[in-house]
């Protein structure tokens, strides 16, 4: 489909990104002169600004691919560049680039002056007496730091020595959250999610311009925005970093919920997705924090999240719900610790409710909205994030990806149900864990080791930097194994030495993940504490994840045989004014269905017309579904082979697969039902594999 197109960096810009430009070409102009070249060591920019941060890696970033014509390089699916425009524009302080230099953008909030007692924020997430030194550059005594929550970890610099020690892909996730905004008491413009959204799309764009200065124009920086997965190649062998736009955000196209009342429409929803794809997003979360009109999320634990679900309230009028689990799978444990300063935000009389421990599942699964926007995200190859979604939600994600053969299905920072793992690398979708310490993160990759093992797929992470979630903590400097400086990054090719900016170097032994620029470090560190096996899988990282996106794109669905089939039926249920004949199923309308009588042993008999081979059968079950059937396969009608069956059917949408055969005719066979009721079908489709 036609989208709008972001204009050439050389056309006129809005008033909100002229200023901007005007000041960053000054802060060249008063730094050094521009070489005419920069010689054969290409990745050094001829027009740094002075002063700036130190990038301490020395040596060449690898270009070109393997003799296999995969990429190299680790990816981080999961990060948040911009998020100090988030949140009303005070919750992070500081920026990842300025015009006016690095002075200005590593410079705290107002409110933190002078000693950081009007740190709310910080007070809150961090604990102790909230207080800090606010000065950033040049002296960096206090932020940023693995702990602290509210301060600049993505200046621009900082990504530069991430891509120079190996990275070749980052996700920057637009976020941010009008309740937090409303209730936090700094704010310097509007709540409006969609608004934030914009901004910090086109800043990222501006931050691309601000490092093709230094390059020597459009196009020859190492940050690159990119908005599909073979532009992404053509990055990368470059030897560039490819940035991929996502969103993660609580009420997308405004689609809250207010006392079970949806604010959107599929209108909305169209247009929305038509919008963000336009803006060059490509991957997204339907639902974060707190349940919207679009699905219900995996809960928050401890006080924080007790105060979410006080959010939750004060975005939708209600609290949390939950229901015991039906299967392996459960969100986190709901939030039992009190949060006092959030608690005092709800209105007189009204209390967090108790919950029951044995049930630990969000009563909110994928809405039918959600469910609309999910199949708009398909229908526009976007890749959707199931991180945050409830298991509920989650599970109709796959089922619907799964009918499809979709592999457009992230997890990106250990949000989602482990129990998932499989499904996901089944449909070629990627996951990336969470930047956990050295020796936990290596523990888990091991654990899902043989898993991409047997899918051949590699492993990311997701740093969430300026994300408010925390960071790796310092090891010591007596720790077994410490990361010793200078060390040689992963490909071999280049030299990383501790990192400076200022007055300040950072040890990761004993500052822990304080900023960016220290991934490098840290994946030295999973090495140390891992293996190199690890961090292999890390390098195969960048090729799986443009594996899942380049299928997505590349994804077709399949022609349905059984829409308009011939159908028959062991019954149908009667009713005076609707029909329930078997045809209903193969109808192609959702909202009409084949019923059976109320018995076992039913049947429905598709014929296709023609024999076509058969190798995929779907069914969109009503409440009234099967716990033990069968799909059974024939070419004359007469003589049945049995090609798929299950005594374990758990209802929703259930997808068979097997390997494909000749067939003209598909025949359900139903032995015992899961309820009361018949056996009863939305719809049933056939695809040949």
Same mark, same amino acid.
């Given at each position: 489909m036609p989208v709008a197109r972001r204009p050439h960096p050389d056309r006129r810009r809005t008033r909100l990104t002229l200023i901007p430009l005007l000041l960053f070409v000054l802060a060249f102009a008063l730094g050094p002169t521009p070489s005419s070249a920069a010689g054969d060591d290409w990745w050094n920019p001829a027009a740094r600004p002075a002063p700036d941060s130190a990038i301490n890696v020395t040596g060449a970033p690898f270009t070109g691919t393997t003799a296999d014509g995969e990429v190299r390089g680790f990816v981080d699916a999961h990060n948040h560049l911009m998020s100090n425009e988030a949140f009303g524009g005070r919750l992070i302080c500081g920026k990842p680039f300025s015009g006016a230099g690095?002075?200005?953008?590593?410079?705290?909030? #107002?409110? @933190?002056? #002078?000693?950081? %007692?009007?740190a709310l924020f910080d007070f809150i997430t961090k604990g102790g007496d909230g207080k800090h030194d606010p000065d950033g550059w040049p002296t960096f005594a206090d932020w940023p730091a693995y702990d602290s929550l509210t301060h600049?970890?993505?200046?621009?610099?900082w990504v530069e020595r991430a891509w120079?020690?190996?990275?070749?892909?980052?996700?920057?996730?637009?976020?941010?959250?009008g309740v937090i905004c409303s209730v936090y008491f700094f704010k310097d413009r509007s709540c409006d999610e969609m608004t934030s959204i914009r901004l910090q799309a086109q800043l990222t764009y501006d931050l691309q311009d601000f490092v093709d200065y230094m390059y020597g124009g459009p196009g020859k920086g190492w940050f690159r925005i990119v908005t599909d997965s073979a532009q992404a190649?053509?990055?990368?062998?470059?030897?560039? *970093? +490819?940035?991929?736009?996502?969103?993660?955000?609580?009420?997308? =196209?405004?689609?809250?919920?207010?006392?079970?009342?949806?604010?959107?429409?599929?209108?909305d929803i169209d247009k929305g997705l038509d919008e963000l794809y336009g803006l060059g997003v490509r991957s997204m979360f339907l639902c974060h924090k707190f349940d919207n009109a679009l699905c219900g999320v995996r809960f928050d634990e401890g006080a924080l999240g007790t105060a979410i679900n006080v959010g939750q309230f004060l975005s939708t009028g209600t609290f949390w719900r939950t229901e015991k689990c039906a299967g392996a799978q459960h969100d986190n444990p709901i939030g039992l610790t009190a949060a006092p300063a959030a608690e005092d935000e709800l209105p007189a009389g009204v209390e967090v409710p108790a919950y029951d421990e044995n049930a630990q599942c969000n009563v909110r699964g994928l809405t039918a909205l959600g469910e609309y926007a999910v199949r708009?995200?398909?229908?526009?190859?976007?890749?959707?994030?199931?991180? @945050?979604?409830?298991?509920?939600?989650?599970?109709?994600?796959?089922?619907? =990806?799964? +009918?499809? %053969?979709?592999?457009?299905? *992230?997890?990106? @920072?250990?949000?989602?149900?482990l129990n998932w793992t499989e499904r996901v690398y089944g449909l070629g979708g990627f996951i990336a864990q969470y930047m956990n310490g050295s020796e936990a993160f290596s523990a888990e990759a091991e654990r899902t080791d043989a898993l991409r093992e047997k899918y051949g797929v590699g492993y990311g992470y997701g740093t969430d930097m300026n994300g408010v979630?925390?960071?790796? +903590?310092?090891?010591?400097?007596?720790?077994? @194994?410490?990361?010793?400086? #200078?060390?040689? %990054?992963?490909?071999?090719? %280049?030299?990383?030495?501790?990192?400076?900016?200022?007055?300040?170097?950072?040890?990761?032994n004993t500052d822990g993940a304080a900023h960016y620029g220290l991934v490098p470090d840290w994946i030295e560190d999973i090495r140390l504490t891992g293996g190199q096996d690890v961090v292999d899988d890390l390098f195969r990282g960048a090729e799986s994840y443009l594996g899942t996106w380049g299928a997505t794109e590349s994804h077709a669905s399949g022609t349905d045989l059984a829409r308009g089939a011939a159908a028959t039926a062991s019954s149908a249920e009667w009713h005076p004014f609707t029909s329930y004949a078997p045809g209903r199923a193969v109808d192609g309308d959702p909202g009409t269905r084949w019923a059976s009588d109320w018995s076992d042993d039913q049947w429905l008999r598709l014929d296709l017309g023609a024999t076509h081979r058969v190798g995929r059968v779907t069914l969109d079950w009503e409440r009234a579904y099967g716990r033990a059937y069968r799909v059974e396969l024939s070419t004359d009608g007469q003589r049945w082979t049995t090609a798929w069956s299950t005594t374990a059917g758990d209802g929703g949408l259930d997808t068979a697969r097997f390997d494909a055969v000749p067939a003209r005719y598909v025949r359900l066979q139903f032995q015992d039902r899961a309820t009361d009721w018949g056996y009863s079908l939305y719809g049933v489709t056939v695809h040949s594999g």
């Open positions: 690095i002075a200005d953008a590593l410079k705290d909030c #107002p409110e @933190h002056y #002078p000693d950081g %007692s009007l600049q970890q993505n200046y621009y610099a120079r020690g190996g990275q070749r892909v980052m996700v920057n996730d637009l976020v941010t959250n190649r053509q990055v990368i062998e470059q030897g560039k *970093l +490819a940035v991929i736009l996502g969103v993660e955000t609580s009420e997308p =196209f405004g689609c809250k919920m207010i006392l079970d009342v949806p604010q959107c429409s599929k209108e708009g995200m398909m229908d526009r190859k976007m890749m959707l994030e199931v991180d @945050h979604m409830s298991v509920k939600a989650t599970g109709r994600v796959l089922d619907l =990806f799964e +009918a499809e %053969s979709y592999p457009g299905v *992230l997890s990106s @920072h250990s949000w989602m149900d979630g925390g960071w790796p +903590a310092p090891r010591g400097a007596d720790t077994p @194994h410490p990361v010793r400086y #200078p060390f040689t %990054s992963t490909d071999g090719g %280049s030299v990383i030495d501790r990192q400076t900016t200022g007055q300040r170097t950072w040890d990761l």
